[in-house]
């Protein structure tokens, strides 16, 4: 056993000798790889840590918060911003969005991957052009809408137009997930005398669950991020998604504006999706790539 | 509908009227399955941006009856939304702000995200705490993440300190044109990388064997290898990226904040004009926007080619 062990760990120097890694190129590798990590977190951290700070140490421009403390999180947590109930807004928008997006985007995905029909260029296309649309074009005309139909602070008025960017997002996923299956699934089950329709049902949607779950997750982030429509069609703050009353904190200390505060709202706001991102980050990168969407 | 594809070749020899049969019964399971989407699609963008078109070139003079309360409109069609928003710089500035910001971070992200993707394809290990960490910009809403930068460019802030110096980024002028590039480039470099890492994953290693034997430099290899068989992904990628800066909105509306000259964009003069409730010159400039973009796209897909569907029905990634 342990000779096979110590015989695999031999080759793969051997085979990375063959690439003319020399010690220069393995630390330039080393060194690449810390820059791009540093570049991606430095600024993640920097709210971290100015978050932990005490409120007097605001402007300390020091690496490390000495001492740590939380206060931060509870002037966050503080009943005047209403952070916590935006928080369960933001909860609501995104995933009843996801929910529904999914459910309508999963047929589509798969008829777009799998049967063959006239106007299915068409269809992909229009899919792809509706996800570039500038969605101030769709928030004016909506919140002249919402205004007249009585949607202004409501659920629904974020949620509708949400749809907008989280469908093409999803349907494109799914269509390209599905298309990755194999297709002898679905003809094995037609032989056994399925319809496509039956053949979808039961063979297709349960094997299809993670692409779904790659899919919802990929939208749930872009649901949780939104922003122009939230801060467009609600003015009320208990409404309000955490990402748009975030950038209205008022100071319960005396700064104009209490950094750190929102830094510590920031975290509270993007931990979940980090530690998403932390578990699924293959899932994500899957999903990403196969899309090519954002 | 009105373009069609190729009618499939069926490769099992199956009698003509099941054939047909079973297409039939494909096309209305199509339309089945495919009618939820495009309805939603119809609902949430065809019909705003009709009323958004119809909007632009509705002209009323509104105000309120003291006794009732009430929105008292006349309303009627004419191009003066437009002609307001074309005279002076009140469209020239605003464009270009969204054109420079697009090309400038644009840039900088092809530039940062490529030589990320080279970083990431020659690491063996820690490749997943690299994926990790390169999602997390991406993950960042960018409102947060302007918020974030805001207080990396606050006069006492730490980019201030590290660069030793004073400049009050996030007030307007230039700086604060740089600070939005800044961030943007931060969160979205990595994106571009992850995309164009996919790319390089596809590359079969006997090229690089091949281009090795025969002793290319590695400014050669880049240029004739990697560079020309990583560009399908690139150019989809950049487009994307082109697009989505066409439209920014929340970067420099919470990092800098609205009716900043340097950095208002496009859709920021829309929403401002929109919350003054003067909609009719909001859906102007929101329609402009649209049309810049549409030109855009249709122009880079014309340049780059990019096979945007055939990623889509793509046969290979």
């Known amino acids: ?294 | 509908m009105s373009v069609t594809t190729p009618t499939p070749v069926r490769k099992t020899a199956a009698s003509r009227p099941a054939r047909s049969s079973r297409r039939a019964g494909t096309a209305g399971l199509a339309a089945a399955l495919l009618s939820p989407t495009l309805l939603v699609l119809v609902l949430v963008i065809g019909y705003p941006v009709v009323a958004a078109l119809r909007l632009s070139f509705q002209v009323s003079s509104e105000s309120i009856d003291p006794h009732t309360g009430f929105k008292v409109t006349a309303t009627s069609y004419g191009a003066e939304n437009y002609t307001s928003v074309f005279s002076d710089d009140r469209l020239l500035r605003p464009w270009w702000n969204t054109t420079s910001f697009a090309l400038a971070s644009v840039t900088l992200e092809v530039l940062i995200g490529v030589s990320m993707a080279l970083v990431m394809h020659r690491a063996f290990r820690g490749r997943a705490l690299v994926r990790a960490a390169v999602l997390v910009p991406w993950a960042i809403p960018t409102a947060i993440s302007g918020m974030l930068w805001k207080w990396i460019f606050n006069s006492q802030g730490v980019a201030n300190e590290i660069l030793g110096t004073q400049v009050l980024w996030s007030s307007d002028g230039f700086q604060a044109w740089l600070s939005v590039v800044i961030a943007d480039t931060w969160k979205t470099a990595p994106f571009i990388g992850l995309l164009v890492l996919a790319g390089l994953q596809i590359i079969p290693g006997e090229l690089y064997e091949a281009a090795r034997v025969d002793g290319a430099s590695v400014w050669r290899v880049f240029w004739r290898i990697t560079l020309p068989l990583v560009r399908p992904a690139l150019v989809v990628a950049v487009l994307f990226r082109l697009l989505d800066v066409l439209r920014m909105f929340d970067l420099p509306y919470v990092l800098v904040g609205p009716r900043k000259d340097s950095v208002e964009t496009l859709s920021m003069i829309a929403f401002d004009e929109m919350t003054n409730l003067r909609f009719g010159t909001a859906a102007a400039y929101a329609t402009v926007l649209f049309l810049y973009v549409a030109v855009v796209a249709l122009a880079f897909v014309k340049l780059f080619g990019a096979d945007l569907i055939g990623r889509g029905t793509g046969s290979e990634t």
């Not at chain 1, 004016?140 to 949620?159: K, R, S």
């Not at chain 1, 039956?198 to 939208?219: E, N, S």
């Not at chain 1, 530690?275 to 954002?294: E, M, N, S, W, Y």
């Open chain 1, 1 to 294: 056993m342990s000779t096979t062990i110590f015989r695999l760990r031999r080759v793969a120097p051997v085979r990375r000798g063959t690439k003319r890694a020399g010690r220069g190129t393995a630390w330039a590798r080393r060194l690449g790889i810390a820059a791009v990590v540093a570049y991606c977190l430095a600024p993640f951290y920097w709210m971290v840590v100015s978050s932990l700070r005490r409120p007097a140490d605001q402007f300390s421009n020091a690496p490390l918060p000495a001492p740590v403390s939380f206060d931060n999180y509870s002037a966050a947590f503080d009943a005047r911003n209403g952070f916590g109930r935006a928080l369960v807004n933001s909860l609501v928008v995104a995933g009843v969005s996801t929910a529904v997006t999914l459910v309508v985007a999963i047929f589509a995905g798969y008829a777009l991957a799998r049967l063959q029909f006239r106007g299915k260029t068409l269809i992909l296309t229009l899919i792809i052009a509706a996800s570039m649309f500038p969605p101030i074009i769709l928030v004016v005309p909506l919140l002249e809408l919402f205004t007249d139909a009585g949607w202004i602070n409501t659920y629904q008025a974020m949620i509708v137009p949400s749809m907008s960017f989280a469908l093409p997002l999803a349907v494109w996923n799914l269509t390209a997930f599905f298309r990755q299956m194999p297709a002898e699934l679905e003809k094995a089950a037609q032989v056994d005398g399925c319809t496509p329709a039956q053949a979808f049902r039961k063979v297709v949607l349960p094997l299809a669950a993670p692409g779904v779950f790659t899919t919802a997750i990929l939208v749930f982030i872009c649901a949780w991020n939104e922003f122009l429509i939230a801060v467009s069609v609600v003015n009320d703050r208990h409404m309000m998604t955490a990402n748009v009353i975030v950038s209205l904190f008022t100071g319960q200390y005396k700064y104009d504006q209490p950094f750190g505060t929102q830094m510590a709202a920031g975290v509270v706001v993007t931990l979940p999706l980090v530690v998403a991102v932390l578990f699924f980050q293959r899932r994500i990168v899957d999903g990403l790539t196969a899309g090519g969407l954002k």
